[in-house]
DNA sequence: GCCGTCACG
DNA sequence: ACGTACGTGACGGCA
């Protein structure tokens, strides 16, 4: 940035702003720097080496207190780079950092203060996060990189990382003038960017979910990632030698089968083999060719074997690959466990997602996914706790539809598939059949999803005429939603987005479009955001007041995963019994609605047996 | 890098 | 005639 100035902690800053005794002598300057004025916010930005936060060590931290002014402290540079380190600069950062009176601005705060717990500092007080601001502000975009949102809100251009690295292989080799000029760049991006998001989210609405809840957030999320969840790595071995040799099995028999050897994984091949080898009937179409999925080989495998054998094998390989195999390589070396990161940036709605690795999909149906959950294990002496949220998208609506009888049957605590059943069969409660419950569930699914008679056709197997028939039946019975779902509409066409309860935006552009199909899609979003979105902040809420008070109650109980709708934690075995009441407690009372919330927990040695 | 596929809520 | 259920992330294949 031309027009900020950069100064290092060696340059000798400017008197009235900065320093009341502007000596600096000898190698440890900070110790030197008093503020004449109170520190009334902070902006900061770590640069680290490595990837991982809990083996990456801090090569510099840079600061910025208000525009323009902008230090870079060199902590751990390399030797060759010819740059004074100033390793005591990490006690006096400490106290400023810790400082709880002191705002701390920054981009991706969580990160930093990931890192920076590595060095003994936990950073505390009031946050403003300018990535997760330029996400409540937009959550369809897709970056919300500080470059990304520099571009956006300031046109400004960052000089790319890689630029600055050229040829060396860490920040901690790049000189110091180089490493001033970047780094206090977006100590400074960040707090200019702080400003100009802060003032749009006041306009848009969005303040109190910012400050009340993401912001929080923050806090558990970092408390999370650095707490893990530990892994039976020697049973997850164990189990990828057993699929494995089950694979071998299966693989020859298709081989035997097709009468060739191919390879399975590749659709375009398997694609050759079912549709021109076998001459099958192809069933739909993708882009690129044949569809080989679920749907169509489960039709096919009622005409030949191979379908069959084939979806087997898929499931199977999957599990192996993408948990039994992968999980493994990300167990932290020094913690023993797998940490997870939780993007707080990334969904349209308002949930998290878990990625390196994705704990939120980890395998629970079938016996190898039993098997897999038994993997994710408490540490001696403790026990996990699985706390879910049950039917926790239909009381949401139930609440903002207001609608009559789906909130008479959460008040009255009846199952909500079996009311709906007998509804749809004009039946009463006794008479309804585990088939007919099954078709009730998914009508209920495909109502949260923005239902149409396509889509339940599909997931049902039935017509699409049927599948009207039930959808118009549901809708007879439960005007509120149909209400809900017409006004929803009407008002993402008239405002361009739709919110949650606590006012989370997120705009549907689309809804306007006149391509029929594009316009639909929008629709079904646009019914369903405003659903799974709350059903998001809610879950925040708890997990919020559950943190506040294993700190206030100094509990050792820690929260591990979130996975949408349940919150998994670590207890230490004489904790369980008041850490079940009170985690029930804090999830059913999140916030107030015109249904009950209702929490189903289970404890036990690992996950299997928790759930 | 994109596509198809499939694991979860 | 058309044709997707909503929201994610990771894997292998293939250009």
């Known amino acids: 940035m031309d027009k900020t100035k950069q100064y290092s902690l060696f340059d000798e800053a400017p008197e009235s702003r900065t320093c009341q005794e502007p000596e600096v002598k000898g190698p440890q300057p900070l110790k030197q720097i008093r503020y004449s004025q109170p520190l009334t916010e902070l902006s900061f930005d770590i640069e680290a080496t490595g990837r991982d936060p809990l083996s990456d060590t801090i090569v510099g931290i840079a600061l910025c207190r208000e525009k323009g002014m902008a230090y870079y402290v060199p902590i751990r540079h390399s030797p060759e780079s010819n740059v004074p380190n100033v390793p005591d600069a990490i006690e006096v950062l400490k106290e400023t950092l810790e400082d709880e009176s002191i705002p701390k601005i920054g981009h991706n705060l969580k ?8 060095e003994g500092i936990n950073v505390k007080g009031a946050l403003y996060d300018t990535m997760v601001a330029s996400y409540l ?23 790319p990382f890689t630029e ?21 760049e977006d100590a400074e991006l960040a707090m200019e960017l702080k400003c100009i998001l802060f003032e749009k989210l006041k306009d848009e609405g969005l303040e109190k979910l910012y400050l009340d809840i993401e912001m929080p957030l923050i806090y558990v999320l970092a408390d999370m990632e650095q707490a893990g969840v530990k892994i039976n790595n020697a049973r997850l071995e164990e189990l990828s030698g057993e ?8 693989e020859s028999r298709i081989y035997a089968i097709a009468g060739e050897t191919f390879n399975i994984n590749s659709p375009k091949q398997l694609g050759n083999i079912l549709f021109k080898t076998l001459g099958l009937q192809p069933g739909k179409k993708t882009k690129t060719g044949y569809s080989t999925g679920m749907n169509v080989l489960e039709e096919l495998a009622k005409d030949h074997e191979l379908p069959g054998e084939i979806l087997n094998y898929r499931t199977l390989y999957k599990l192996k690959t993408t948990y039994l195999d992968a999980l493994p390589k990300l167990i932290n070396r020094k913690t023993n466990r797998i940490h997870t990161s939780f993007n707080q940036t990334v969904t349209a709605t308002g949930r998290l997602s878990s990625s390196e690795p994705n704990l939120q999909n980890i395998p629970i149906r079938g016996e190898w996914g039993t098997k897999i959950r038994e993997a994710f294990t408490a540490e001696t ?12 998208e239909l009381r949401v609506l139930a609440h903002i539809s207001n609608d009559e009888g789906l909130t008479d049957a959460f008040i009255k605590d009846i199952d909500v598939h079996s009311r709906t059943a007998a509804e749809l069969f004009g039946i009463s409660l006794e008479s309804v059949t585990q088939e007919m419950r099954r078709i009730a569930k998914t009508v209920n699914f495909g109502v949260v999803y923005g239902i149409s008679p ?34 929803t509409i009407a008002e993402a066409k008239q405002a361009g987005y739709v919110i949650t309860l606590l006012g989370r935006k997120r705009p549907v552009p689309e809804i306007n479009s006149t391509n029929s199909n594009i316009r639909q899609q929008a629709e079904r979003l646009a019914i369903n955001s405003p659903i799974q979105g709350t059903a998001a902040d809610l879950i925040k809420i708890a997990m919020i007041n559950i943190h506040n008070r294993l700190k206030r109650e100094k509990l050792k109980t820690r929260m591990v995963l979130q996975i949408h709708d349940e919150l998994l934690c670590e207890a230490p075995e004489n904790e369980a019994g008041i850490i079940k009441d009170m985690i029930r407690h804090e999830m059913e009372n999140a916030i107030s609605l015109s249904v009950p919330l209702k929490v189903d927990i289970g404890v036990g040695k690992n996950w299997s047996e928790a759930h």
């Open 381 to 392: 002496g403790h026990c996990l706790i699985s706390s879910d949220y049950s039917q926790i």
């Open 137 to 159: 502000l937009n959550p369809n975009k897709p970056n919300h990189s500080l470059e990304e949102v520099g571009l956006e809100y300031l046109s400004h251009k960052k000089v």
């Open 111 to 118: 990160y930093d203060m990931l890192i920076l717990k590595q």
């Open 164 to 184: 600055v690295l050229g040829k060396r292989h860490s920040f901690s080799e790049v000189a110091v003038d180089e490493a001033v000029t970047y780094a206090a």
């Open 454 to 487: 396509y889509g339940l056709s599909e997931a049902l197997d039935i017509s699409p005429k049927e599948a009207g028939q039930y959808i118009d039946q549901y809708f007879e019975k439960h005007k509120g939603v149909r209400a809900y779902m017409e006004r």
């Open 243 to 250: 699929l494995g040799i089950e694979l071998g099995t299966i």
